[in-house]
């Protein structure tokens, strides 16, 4: 079903419903006479509404109005709060009627079953839109019940002989949905009667567009006839209920012959079991609508209960379609599924365990086919219960994991957190043995506040539960645990499992931030340290060696104006010592940070680095043209790396080529140093060189690695935002 098909039932139920919120809101809002008028034929007479009284009125249950103020229901008649309006009655008597507001309280009393029944039935139809919006039975309940919800508060609401001879909008809303939306939701209970077995012989698309259409369109046929025919007010609304009560019994008389049709041509167990739950909710409501209501009202002119709950006796039909569909099919598949592995598992078994015994006792103890019979039934009652108890077990292992052994699991989880030999591989393990243990497929840690995931596993496929995790109190993450499908969420016992796994994840998640604090911390100390280097160098170079080589140059000139002696020999050794100084202050420069870096930048010193190293090696450099501004301790770490890298290459791989790769991207910097030499013997000790290129990178907060691949590869990634997580 496409998206289009599976959006029109949605979209039609909520205008239903927005017509009657309208409708019972505008009939609120209007002035009332304590009366209304019942929707069915006996109160709509030729000439007159009868009427029953619902709060304070001077008007009597059974008082037949003709006219309002003189105004026979034809709209126009002007009254508020507190006018005094006469009501003339059939027979010529008259009641003096104070107009006041709508009370919600008399509809309440009256029409509260009926809420009470159309809002259950809207709520299954709106959870299993949402659950399975595809299923075919889908889009006529969902549309059924809309309307009858629509419908229903509007008759709840009511209708007061005086809302028809005021006129406006109220009586229009009102017939528009106790008439329009009323048959458009019967229409639905015939295509829900064709749509809820599968094949059955009348759902053809033809069938189904003229069962949704059909009741609105004679409607509307008979709407239009009344308009045409000229009729007065009280003549079109009763030839309209009249017409409605038709309509809805034709209907429901095609539904349920539809629904025998389906019965006896549906030749599936689980689809004539889920009918008989409908037709059984469906008789045992009719039988408590007769015994609690009409029955007694025939006998003692009164019901047994009272007329409030008159919409409660259709709830075993709700009961009996909700069974229905949960249990057949629509809803806990997985469950069903559960329970036809388990018994399938044991009938083999069994069947199995019982041929095995016969055989055994036959031919061997040479015992009567009857009694070896008995025997082995006794044998296979015996086992029937641990064997029933396996069977689950092993199917709850397969469709839920191990969440009915907490105490493996948490076990498991405690081992493989010992095995870990790296903080960063800490919240990987713990999802995917959170995932694997309760076969769930999707499962994530948040550190902190939630904005970076530690890490994943899987994909979402069900509702995600959010499980905090706590280290003394304080949260330090979340743990993100997705049901196993859509009509499959988390049970108690997996939840009750999380929480239990959250308790050891909490302090492991803990360490690994403590961890990535320390890495962080380090981090800033490093950049710190460049910067001042940086700084120092900087100061060293423009100011205190420019400083010293102009003493030098003043005290040499100086020692030209002196004749020979010991001042002259005291100006000349002055210079010495300054120029001595002066190639100290250099060689401090240049070991604080190697000079090309803020001469050439990056690239190009590396590139420079090369060409000094290149001999039988040919060394190729790619990075960026520009000349990008990065950190310093990134810039420094980037360059000693690749240097050390291709001194490496140079005197150890016995390749012809090397290719240097920088790249820097807007969260980190990237160097590649690949070689064609002979790479790495795996028995090899990793010497100073490459112990040296792997702590310059952790100290930033990324890594680097050596592998051999047709040649030694050393690939690093040092973060732009210095410390940040791996």
Same mark, same amino acid.
């Given at each position: 079903?496409?998206?289009?098909?599976?959006?029109?039932?949605?979209?039609?139920?909520?205008?239903?419903?927005?017509?009657?919120?309208?409708?019972?809101?505008?009939?609120?809002?209007?002035?009332?006479?304590?009366?209304?008028?019942?929707?069915?034929?006996?109160?709509?007479?030729?000439?007159?509404?009868?009427?029953?009284?619902?709060?304070?009125?001077?008007?009597?249950?059974?008082?037949?109005?003709?006219?309002?103020?003189?105004?026979?229901?034809?709209?126009?008649?002007?009254?508020?709060?507190?006018?005094?309006?006469?009501?003339?009655?059939?027979?010529?008597?008259?009641?003096?009627?104070?107009?006041?507001?709508?009370? =919600?309280?008399?509809?309440?009393?009256?029409?509260?079953?009926?809420?009470?029944?159309?809002?259950?039935?809207?709520?299954?139809?709106?959870?299993?839109?949402?659950?399975?919006?595809?299923?075919?039975?889908?889009?006529?309940?969902?549309?059924?019940?809309?309307?009858?919800? @629509?419908?229903?508060?509007?008759?709840?609401?009511?209708?007061?002989?005086?809302?028809?001879?005021?006129?406006?909008?109220?009586?229009?809303?009102?017939?528009?949905?106790?008439?329009?939306?009323?048959?458009?939701?019967?229409?639905?209970?015939?295509?829900?009667?064709?749509?809820?077995?599968?094949?059955?012989?009348?759902?053809?698309?033809?069938?189904?567009?003229?069962?949704?259409?059909?009741?609105?369109?004679?409607?509307?046929?008979?709407?239009?006839?009344?308009?045409?025919?000229?009729?007065?007010?009280?003549?079109?609304?009763?030839?309209?209920?009249?017409?409605?009560?038709?309509?809805?019994?034709?209907?429901?008389?095609?539904?349920?012959?539809?629904?025998?049709?389906?019965?006896?041509?549906?030749?599936?167990? #689980?689809?004539?079991?889920?009918?008989?739950?409908?037709?059984?909710?469906?008789?045992?409501?009719?039988?408590?609508?007769?015994?609690?209501?009409?029955?007694?009202?025939?006998?003692?002119?009164?019901?047994?209960?009272?007329?409030?709950?008159?919409?409660? #006796?259709?709830?075993?039909?709700? @009961?009996?379609?909700?069974?229905?569909?949960?249990?057949?099919?629509?809803?806990?598949?997985?469950?069903?599924?559960?329970?036809?592995?388990?018994?399938?598992?044991?009938?083999?078994?069994?069947?199995?365990?019982?041929?095995?015994?016969?055989?055994?006792?036959?031919?061997?103890?040479?015992?009567?086919?009857?009694?070896?019979?008995?025997?082995?039934?006794?044998?296979?009652?015996?086992?029937?219960?641990?064997?029933?108890?396996?069977?689950?077990?092993?199917?709850?292992?397969?469709?839920?994991?191990?969440?009915?052994?907490?105490?493996?699991? =948490?076990?498991?989880?405690?081992?493989?957190?010992?095995?870990?030999?790296?903080?960063?591989?800490?919240?990987?393990?713990?999802?995917?043995?959170?995932?694997?243990?309760?076969?769930?497929?999707?499962?994530?840690?948040?550190?902190?506040?939630?904005?970076?995931?530690?890490?994943?596993?899987?994909?979402?496929?069900?509702?995600?539960?959010?499980?905090?995790?706590?280290?003394?109190?304080?949260?330090?993450?979340?743990?993100?645990?997705?049901?196993?499908?859509?009509?499959?969420?988390?049970?108690?016992?997996?939840?009750?499992?999380?929480?239990?796994?959250?308790?050891?994840?909490?302090?492991?998640?803990?360490?690994?931030?403590?961890?990535?604090?320390?890495?962080?911390?380090?981090?800033?100390?490093?950049?710190?340290?460049?910067?001042?280097?940086?700084?120092?160098?900087?100061?060293?170079?423009?100011?205190?060696?420019?400083?010293?080589?102009?003493?030098?140059?003043?005290?040499?000139? #100086?020692?030209?104006?002196?004749?020979?002696?010991?001042?002259?020999?005291?100006?000349?050794?002055?210079?010495?010592?300054?120029?001595?100084?002066?190639?100290?202050?250099?060689?401090?420069?240049?070991?604080?940070?190697?000079?090309?870096?803020?001469?050439?930048?990056?690239?190009?010193?590396?590139?420079? +680095?090369?060409?000094?190293?290149?001999?039988?090696?040919?060394?190729?450099?790619?990075?960026?043209?520009?000349?990008?501004?990065?950190?310093?301790?990134?810039?420094?770490? #980037?360059?000693?790396?690749?240097?050390?890298?291709?001194?490496?290459?140079?005197?150890?791989?016995?390749?012809?080529?090397?290719?240097?790769?920088?790249?820097?991207?807007?969260?980190?910097?990237?160097?590649?140093?690949?070689?064609?030499?002979?790479?790495?013997?795996?028995?090899?000790?990793?010497?100073?060189?490459?112990?040296?290129?792997?702590?310059?990178?952790?100290?930033?907060?990324?890594?680097?690695?050596?592998?051999?691949?047709?040649?030694?590869?050393? +690939?690093?990634?040092?973060?732009?935002?210095?410390?940040?997580?791996?």
């Amino acid at each position: 079903m496409g998206d289009r098909a599976r959006r029109w039932p949605a979209v039609l139920a909520v205008l239903l419903v927005v017509l009657g919120v309208v409708g019972a809101a505008a009939r609120l809002d209007g002035p009332s006479d304590g009366s209304v008028i019942r929707f069915g034929g006996s109160a709509w007479r030729a000439d007159a509404l009868r009427v029953d009284v619902t709060g304070e009125s001077a008007l009597r249950d059974g008082d037949e109005v003709t006219a309002i103020g003189g105004n026979r229901f034809t709209g126009g008649l002007v009254v508020r709060p507190g006018d005094t309006v006469a009501y003339q009655l059939r027979g010529g008597g008259t009641r003096d009627v104070t107009v006041t507001r709508a009370d =919600l309280g008399g509809p309440l009393r009256d029409g509260w079953g009926d809420l009470v029944f159309v809002v259950s039935l809207a709520l299954l139809a709106v959870a299993l839109y949402l659950r399975r919006p595809n299923e075919p039975v889908v889009a006529p309940l969902l549309v059924a019940a809309a309307g009858l919800l @629509g419908s229903t508060v509007v008759v709840v609401a009511g209708l007061p002989p005086l809302a028809l001879a005021a006129g406006g909008p109220g009586p229009v809303l009102y017939f528009l949905s106790t008439v329009g939306v009323y048959s458009i939701a019967w229409g639905a209970v015939f295509v829900l009667a064709l749509r809820f077995t599968p094949d059955h012989p009348w759902a053809r698309p033809a069938v189904i567009r003229a069962g949704y259409v059909t009741p609105f369109a004679v409607m509307v046929t008979v709407t239009a006839g009344t308009v045409v025919a000229g009729q007065n007010a009280v003549t079109r609304y009763t030839t309209l209920v009249v017409a409605q009560n038709a309509v809805v019994a034709v209907t429901m008389l095609a539904a349920i012959v539809a629904g025998i049709i389906a019965y006896r041509a549906d030749r599936d167990p #689980a689809s004539r079991t889920r009918l008989r739950w409908v037709a059984g909710g469906g008789v045992l409501s009719l039988v408590l609508g007769f015994a609690g209501w009409q029955l007694p009202t025939l006998l003692t002119g009164h019901p047994l209960l009272p007329d409030g709950a008159l919409g409660l #006796a259709a709830m075993p039909f709700v @009961g009996g379609l909700a069974v229905a569909l949960r249990r057949h099919h629509l809803f806990d598949i997985e469950r069903l599924a559960n329970r036809s592995l388990v018994y399938a598992a044991v009938v083999t078994v069994l069947a199995g365990v019982y041929t095995a015994t016969v055989a055994l006792l036959a031919s061997v103890l040479r015992l009567s086919d009857a009694v070896a019979a008995a025997l082995a039934a006794a044998v296979a009652a015996l086992v029937l219960a641990p064997l029933l108890r396996a069977a689950q077990g092993v199917v709850n292992r397969v469709m839920y994991g191990d969440r009915d052994d907490p105490a493996g699991v =948490l076990a498991g989880l405690g081992g493989r957190l010992e095995t870990v030999m790296l903080p960063d591989d800490v919240s990987p393990i713990v999802v995917e043995t959170v995932a694997r243990s309760l076969r769930v497929p999707y499962v994530a840690i948040d550190v902190g506040d939630g904005k970076l995931p530690a890490a994943e596993y899987g994909v979402p496929a069900g509702t995600v539960h959010i499980e905090p995790l706590f280290h003394y109190g304080e949260k330090v993450g979340r743990l993100r645990v997705s049901g196993r499908g859509p009509d499959d969420p988390l049970e108690p016992a997996d939840l009750a499992l999380i929480r239990s796994l959250a308790q050891q994840i909490g302090p492991a998640l803990q360490a690994v931030r403590l961890h990535h604090d320390l890495v962080r911390s380090r981090a800033e100390v490093v950049t710190l340290r460049e910067d001042e280097r940086r700084r120092l160098r900087r100061e060293l170079h423009d100011g205190l060696g420019p400083a010293l080589a102009a003493i030098a140059l003043k005290a040499g000139l #100086a020692a030209r104006q002196v004749p020979d002696g010991d001042a002259r020999n005291l100006l000349g050794e002055i210079t010495d010592e300054v120029r001595t100084s002066l190639a100290d202050v250099r060689r401090v420069v240049d070991a604080l940070r190697p000079p090309a870096l803020d001469e050439l930048g990056l690239v190009a010193a590396v590139r420079a +680095r090369a060409a000094a190293l290149t001999a039988d090696l040919v060394i190729d450099v790619a990075g960026p043209d520009d000349r990008p501004v990065l950190p310093a301790a990134v810039e420094t770490a #980037a360059y000693r790396i690749a240097v050390e890298a291709m001194t490496n290459a140079v005197r150890h791989s016995g390749g012809t080529t090397c290719t240097v790769t920088i790249e820097a991207g807007e969260r980190e910097v990237r160097v590649e140093i690949r070689d064609d030499g002979d790479g790495l013997a795996a028995s090899r000790t990793p010497g100073v060189g490459l112990r040296s290129m792997r702590e310059r990178a952790a100290e930033l907060g990324g890594d680097c690695t050596v592998e051999t691949v047709g040649g030694t590869v050393v +690939r690093a990634r040092l973060p732009l935002e210095v410390g940040a997580l791996r």
